[in-house]
């Protein structure tokens, strides 16, 4: 039997969020998922090819995964807020997937700009897991993100010109609560080359735990 996917639009607070729900890649799944894209004015959408292959390491890992487009991106209603509009409509998705699997834990994940929205949203909440891809020190207030009481996985290129490996081992050093950094050999922030790692690393960290 071929796994279920499901488009959908969720009601969101500046109009409709457009979705894409997916189950696992086997079986029934064990917990839930959130993933979150990277920043829409650069072209950042819920089919970003990093997006994908998280989600993709996520279903294999038995989640069921929810992506969405924020505010403003493709069928997507509003217009672009400053990253705090960006933070609501996650919030959004997240009670919406939730609510549709209250028996499952769940676990936050995000690309670049995406890795910023899930910290803000996740940090202090009920998620086993943060996995944060690409998080653009060079470009960030590491204060704003540097405690957080969930686990975070840090999934990070050797060459990301958005978070030089100098930059990003600074702010992985002063960043509070359990923490884990998987460094991907690749060619720039995007994962060029190297997107089987990243898949494998979401894949591993993110299998639930006996």
């Known amino acids: 039997m071929s796994r279920r996917i499901e488009t959908l639009f969720l009601p969101g607070p500046a109009g ?25 004015l650069h072209g950042g959408t819920m089919h970003n090819k990093v997006v994908y292959r998280i989600a993709r390491g996520l279903r294999r ?9 924020y505010r403003s991106v493709n069928l997507s209603d509003g217009r672009f807020a400053s990253g705090v509009g960006e933070v609501e409509d996650a919030r959004v998705a997240l009670e919406w997937l939730r609510g549709r699997y209250p028996q499952l834990p ?4 995000g690309f670049s700009f995406g890795a910023k929205i899930i910290q803000k949203l996740g940090c202090g909440s ?17 204060n704003e993100y540097a405690h957080c009481t969930v686990p975070r996985v840090f999934v990070h290129s050797t060459h990301d010109e958005f978070g ?8 992985y050093a ?37």
Do not use: M
């Not at 943060?130 to 207030?141: E, N, Q, Y």
């Open 16 to 40: 409709r969020l457009e979705a894409l729900l997916e189950e696992p890649e086997e079986g029934e799944p064990a917990q839930a998922a959130l993933v979150c894209h990277p920043h829409p």
């Open 61 to 69: 890992a038995g989640s069921v995964v929810l992506r969405f487009n």
């Open 106 to 109: 769940f676990v936050l994940a």
């Open 126 to 142: 009920e998620a086993k897991l943060l996995i944060a891809a690409g998080f653009p020190a060079k470009t960030t207030d590491w």
């Open 164 to 171: 030089p490996r100098e930059e990003f081992e600074r702010y």
């Open 174 to 210: 002063a960043a509070r609560g359990e923490k884990h950094v998987v460094w991907i050999e690749a060619r720039d922030h995007f994962f060029s080359d190297a997107l089987d790692a990243v898949e494998e690393a979401v894949n591993s960290f993110a299998r639930p735990r006996a």
